[in-house]
C-alpha cells in the first residue's frame, strides 16, 4: 500500500496541521488563566497594602515599609499584564492558524497550488508568530517570579526587623 505525500492525500498531515495548533492553544489558554491568577493576587496585595498604609502616620517606620512594596507590586503587575497580552496574542494567533490549516486543507483537496501555498505561508507565519507570543509570555513570567521571590525575602526581613527592633548594646 502506498501513501500519498500530499497534503490531501495524507490524513496524518491534516491531522498534525489542525492538532498541533489546538494543543498550543490549549497551553496558552492554560498559562493566561494562570497568568490572570496572578495578577489577581498582586492586586489583592496592593489593596491590602494601601489599607495598611491607611493606618500609619507618614514618616513612620511602619508606613516607609508597606509605602516600600508599592514600587514591586507595580512591576509586577506590569509584567503580569505584558505577559497576558503575549499570551492572548498566541491564543489567537494558534486558532487562526488552525482555521488557515483547515482552509489549506480544503484548497489542496481542490489542487490550486497558488491558494495552498499562500495559505501554508500564512499559516507557518500565524503559528510561528504565535510560539513567540508564547515564549515572550513565558519569559515574562520568569521573570515576575523571580522578583515576587526577591520580594517576599526582603519583606520579610523587613517585618522581622520591624517587630523585632535590635537591642542596644550594654
Given at each position: 500500500?502506498?501513501?500519498?505525500t500530499?497534503?490531501a492525500?495524507?490524513?496524518f498531515?491534516?491531522?498534525?496541521?489542525?492538532?498541533?495548533p489546538?494543543?498550543?492553544?490549549?497551553?496558552?489558554?492554560?498559562?493566561?488563566?494562570?497568568?490572570?491568577?496572578r495578577l489577581?493576587?498582586?492586586?489583592?496585595?496592593?489593596?491590602?497594602?494601601?489599607?495598611?498604609?491607611?493606618?500609619?502616620?507618614?514618616?513612620?517606620?511602619?508606613?516607609?515599609?508597606?509605602?516600600?512594596?508599592?514600587?514591586p507590586?507595580?512591576?509586577?503587575?506590569?509584567?503580569?499584564?505584558?505577559?497576558?497580552?503575549?499570551?492572548?496574542?498566541?491564543?489567537?494567533?494558534?486558532?487562526?492558524?488552525?482555521?488557515?490549516?483547515?482552509?489549506?486543507?480544503?484548497?489542496?483537496?481542490?489542487a490550486?497550488?497558488?491558494?495552498?501555498?499562500?495559505?501554508?505561508?500564512l499559516?507557518?507565519?500565524?503559528g510561528?508568530?504565535?510560539?513567540?507570543?508564547?515564549?515572550?509570555?513565558?519569559?515574562?513570567?520568569v521573570?515576575?517570579?523571580?522578583?515576587?521571590?526577591?520580594?517576599?525575602e526582603?519583606?520579610?526581613?523587613?517585618q522581622?526587623?520591624?517587630?523585632?527592633?535590635?537591642?542596644?548594646?550594654?
Open positions: 500500500m502506498q501513501y500519498g500530499t497534503a492525500g495524507n490524513p498531515a491534516v491531522l498534525t496541521a489542525i492538532v498541533a489546538a494543543i498550543l492553544t490549549n497551553a496558552s489558554s492554560v498559562l493566561a488563566l494562570g497568568t490572570s491568577n489577581a493576587r498582586v492586586v489583592d496585595r496592593t489593596r491590602i497594602v494601601a489599607a495598611q498604609l491607611a493606618t500609619f502616620e507618614l514618616g513612620t517606620a511602619d508606613y516607609q515599609a508597606w509605602s516600600a512594596q508599592l514600587a507590586l507595580h512591576i509586577r503587575s506590569q509584567l503580569l499584564v505584558r505577559a497576558l497580552r503575549f499570551f492572548y496574542a498566541g491564543l489567537g494567533l494558534f486558532a487562526a492558524s488552525a482555521l488557515v490549516s483547515v482552509g489549506g486543507s480544503i484548497v489542496a483537496y481542490y490550486q497550488p497558488i491558494l495552498f501555498r499562500a495559505g501554508a505561508a499559516a507557518v507565519i500565524t510561528a508568530s504565535a510560539v513567540f507570543g508564547l515564549c515572550a509570555g513565558c519569559v515574562l513570567m521573570r515576575e517570579t523571580q522578583l515576587a521571590v526577591k520580594y517576599l526582603e519583606e520579610a526581613k523587613t522581622v526587623a520591624l517587630r523585632h527592633p535590635p537591642q542596644p548594646s550594654r
